[in-house]
C-alpha cells in the first residue's frame, strides 16, 4: 500500500535512465562476472592497459585468461584467432576509440566484450556484450549497466547505498575533493569482493534525475576547447571519431616529470589510470608510456570554458619555465 504522508524525502526529477534497455547492476566489474558466469567462457583475452579490477572476476571463476598489447593509439595487437569457448575483452579507454570498436565488432562477432567504463554515452552494438559504469561521469554510490543477450536464472539481491555515501555527502558540505579523499579511497576498498547485486533504489533514482543531453553537451564541449588550444603541441594522435562522442577527458602527453604535479598543485586533479600495468610491461612499450606520460585533463560537465583555460595557462607557464 503506497505511504501518504509523513516526512519528505529527497526531491529527485523522475525522469529515465540514459541506458533503459541494460540489466542494473551495482558493480561494472560484477557486469564482467555476470558475462562470464552466463556465456561460461573457457578463456578470456584482456588488454595489460585495464583496470586490476578485471581481473577479480576472472581470478574468482578461475577462468584462463591471457594478456595482449595496444600501440600508442590503443589499438589492440593481436593476431589470434579465438577458440569455441573463448573471448576478446576490449576497453574504450578514454572513450574515444568507437572506431575500433566497430571494427572489433565485426571481426569477433559476439566473442567480443565491450568495456564502455569510460564512454557512458556511446550505444552498444546489438547483440555485443556491453559493460558501462556511470560512476566515471556522475556522482554515485554504486551503479552499472549491462547489455547482454544472455541471462543468469537466479534472483539477485539489492544493493544498499547507504554504506557508500559518505565520500559523496562529505564533498558536498566540504566544498571539496580533497577533504574526503581518504573516504573515497575507503569506498574503492569496500567493493573488492562485492557480489553481483541489483543497483540500489537511490542509484537508480539518482541516474533518472540527470539532464544527459545537457551535461553530454557541456563534456563535448570542454573537450573541443581544449584540443583546439592544445591539439597541435599534443604527441597523442587522436581518431576521427564522430563530433558526438563524448569523451571521459582530454588526453595531453607530456613526458615533462613538473606537469602532473604543478597541476595537482593547483588542485587540478589528473589521476594515475593503471599503475599495476607497469609490473606486466616493458619501459618502452606504449602501455608503459601512457600510464606515465598521457594525462587525462579534466573536462567533464561540471566545468565551464574559463576552467579550461585554467589548465591551459598552467601548462603553458611550466613549459616557458
Known sequence: MKEI???FELQL???????????QLNTARNCLEYILRAKKYKKIYIPYLDSEVIWEPIKKLRIDYEFYSVDFRLDPIFDKELGKDEVFFFSDTYGIKCCTVEKLVKRFGKQLIVDNTHAFFSRPHEGIDTIYSPRKFFGLPDGAYLYTDT????????????????????????GSASAAYQDYLDYCASLVGQPIKRMSNLASALLANIDYENLRERQIKNFNYLHSVLGKENRFEYDNFPADTCPLSYMF??????LRKKLIENKIYVST???ETLALVEKDSAEYKVVNYLLPLPCDHRYDEEDMKRIVEIIHSIKLQ
Not at 526529477?13 to 540489466?23: M, P
Not at 602527453?253 to 613538473?258: C, K, L, T, V
Open 273 to 275: 589510470y593503471w599503475k
Open 151 to 174: 541471462l543468469l536464472d537466479e534472483e539477485l539481491e539489492q544493493d544498499m547505498s547507504i554504506p557508500h555515501m559518505t565520500h559523496l555527502m562529505k564533498r558536498i558540505e566540504f
Open 5 to 7: 504522508g509523513g516526512y
Open 253 to 258: 602527453y607530456s613526458e615533462d616529470p613538473n
Open 13 to 23: 526529477r523522475k525522469g529515465e535512465h540514459y541506458h533503459t534497455g541494460a540489466v
